[in-house]
């Protein structure tokens, strides 16, 4: 298209100069008279003064030339414009990749945050989409190559959601280098799906808190090592509000209340324990004791604290099917 355009320029040039210099020499007009009827030919078709019935035929015909150029060059540009603004949207739409998931994660974001959060969530067996301008394309081609499913996309875009199937997702992980557009996409997310499971990095501690306890979101600071075993920790499971790694396992630390009769309910910590988890606190009542002791029944209104590996974390969950989750 752009080669089209200059070429179009240069012939306009030319047929000009030799319109201009016709209607000097053949129809005696002045430079400036026949400057301006060339350019109202090229731009309106507008010959003015001008008797066509009287023209040399060299001179008409170059008035028709002129005046079918003008047409096509508005109508190139009127192209040049339309493609401008529609094929880069066209182009996105066509190449986007369909995404059928369902249960799986939304990761906004690829950078080096974001690439390691894709990686722990592999090594969790975890389904994800990622969602990325494409900045950083070299990136973008590692998570390609590793199988990630990667969806080129602007996040300020509402859109963008939809294409990684939000209706469809467990929860989604907002992990970009911007805290005002990681606010954005999780306020544009809450308008989707207000059940979904958010959490969002954020780099202000005080902003971090309101927007905590404004919406209900999950934050995890990004300063330390840790921060990509945490995002995938807590994006998988609700309960989650801690994690760590040990000799390449990942442990969570979950919050379980107890607050329906199920199945869990008169079992001792012993038991509870026998399944390889810690608890770490127990809150009956007016108690709270850390470390509690194994022979301890869990009672109805519970607080359980526990720490242990994600497969474990979703067998208790089975025990406590009909109890509600402590949301953290």
Known sequence: MKKIFVYLTWIFIFFSAVTI????????????NSVFITLMLFTAGEPLNLNLDNLELITGTLMVIQAAMGLMCVTVGFSVIVNYLVSEKISRLMAREKIRMKDHIIICGLGNVGYQIAKELSRLEQDFVIIDRGDDK???????????KVLIENLKNSDSLDAAQIQHAKSMIICTGNDLLNMEVALMAREKREDIIIVMRMFDQDLAKKVKNAFGLKIAFSASGLS??????ASIDEA????VRVDKELFVSAKLRIENECDIIGKTLDELMAKDLVVLKLISGKERLKFPRGDRQIQLGDIVY?????PVLKEI??????????KS
């Open 138 to 148: 070299d990136l973008v081609e590692v998570a390609k190559k590793r199988k990630c």
């Open 228 to 233: 990509a075993s945490v995002f995938a920790a």
């Open 306 to 310: 526990v720490t242990c590996s994600l």
């Open 317 to 326: 969950k089975k025990l406590v099917h009909n109890c509600d989750v402590v």
């Open 240 to 243: 989650v509000f801690q994690s």
């Open 21 to 32: 210099a016709v209607l000097m020499i053949a129809e005696e007009k002045s430079f400036t």
